[in-house]
């Protein structure tokens, strides 16, 4: 059993953090440099952590889940990530299908707290994204996403995705829901 007292929400937000300004790589030489052979081959240091410590292979594939379980696998462990997360797997929708299935799914009408899970859809209807919430004060909610593009314009989106802060107002209509994880891992599972 993995108790919250050693491992809080915090330490969700803290790994993903140390992370902003890495970008995708084009191969696996360098991957564990943040901007060395960037480009959009979809390799990447989350989908090797994941590799390693799950035998479990995602590289060359969209990254933004990866980046999540990489993440929670760093803090809680390959058993108390899986508790938490389930089995490591690449898809939005089936991660978001777990936390449904977990009882962990929030609507929009929620105000979600660090360590959550934010689910987005560009179009409006099919999640096709997701991040970690670092905060939210009411209004906005701000996320730590993989594979993303940088707000900043501090990279460019053809060296390929980043890892990037990402504010967003809580109404904003491609935000589908969240999986209330940070709540989730104040308690002991």
Known sequence: M??????SAHNVVAEAVRWIGYLEH???????????NAGKGGYTAFAENIRQKCKRN???LPWCAVFIHSCFVSVYGRKGARTLLGRPHAGTRVLARRMRRKGLWRGTDYTPVAGDIIFLANDGKTIDHCG???ESDGETVTSIDGNTVDPS????????GAVALRDRALNDPRIIGYGATGGAMNASF
Do not use: C, M, T, W
């Open 2 to 7: 993995v108790q919250s007292d050693s491992y």
């Open 58 to 60: 995602f590289q060359g």
């Open 153 to 160: 314009g501090f990279f460019e989106e053809k060296q390929g």
């Open 132 to 134: 970690i919430v670092a």
């Open 26 to 36: 084009n191969s696996l030489r360098h991957i564990g440099l943040y901007r060395s």
